[in-house]
């Protein structure tokens, strides 16, 4: 039985550290338009703002937006546009690519809008893309200040507090042993006699 909650033990630190690296890899792999990307993978929590700006999405959702180098006219992309000082995340067709050396530069149809935009090849994030329901929501609140707080700080604590304490129990136990054991050799040696003083 012990052993069984040893193992379930270690299976429950394992999951926090987890998402602990995950979680501390999302506050620290920010890009410069201010969302969490992994090499060629980036989150877009979607807010209620973005909901509006994007089909088929709803508040709460997660994106999971990859890079793609093979874009070519036709294709529907995500980029970054500013809207008051903030970027969000697009979609539209790419109805033509130039290319002067520099970088390239998309001209964009957005779907259902009725507009048009330019954009350089900075700003496009990827042509591919898969949604996760209320995955958003969970992030959200994971990264929130209050829920880093209770939700990763506070478990690592109490794992860090648990491993202290195992630890003080095993060097509190091995003294007692050897206590124990010199206790033992001392009883094992034969006593000497005493040798009688002559008068």
């Not at 630190?13 to 987890?18: G, K």
């Not at 109805?95 to 330019?118: H, R």
Request: aromatic share 12%; proline share 1%.
């Amino acid at each position: 039985m012990k052993k069984v909650g040893s193992w379930i033990l270690g299976i429950i630190e394992a999951v926090i550290i987890a998402y602990v690296i995950f979680l501390t890899g999302c506050l620290l792999f920010v890009n410069d338009f201010g969302f969490t990307q992994f090499g060629k993978y980036t989150l877009v929590e979607v807010n209620k703002g973005q909901a509006t700006l994007l089909n088929g999405v709803e508040e709460g959702d997660l994106l999971v937006i990859r890079d793609g180098s093979d874009i070519v006219k036709g294709n529907v992309i995500y980029y970054y546009s500013v809207i008051n000082e903030q970027y969000f995340v697009k979609k539209a067709m790419v109805t033509e690519i130039k290319d002067d050396g520099f970088g390239a530069m998309y001209s964009l149809d957005v779907a259902n809008k009725g507009e048009t935009a330019v954009v350089n090849d900075k700003k496009v994030i990827g042509n591919y893309v898969s949604i996760h329901r209320n995955l958003g929501k969970v992030l959200n609140v994971l990264e929130s200040k209050i829920g880093f707080l209770f939700l990763v700080l506070l478990p690592m604590m109490c794992i860090f507090i648990y491993h202290v304490y195992s630890f003080i129990i095993i060097l509190k136990f091995e003294k007692n042993e050897d206590l124990e054991e010199e206790i033992e050799v001392l009883d094992d040696k034969p006593k000497k006699k005493r040798k009688k003083k002559r008068k």
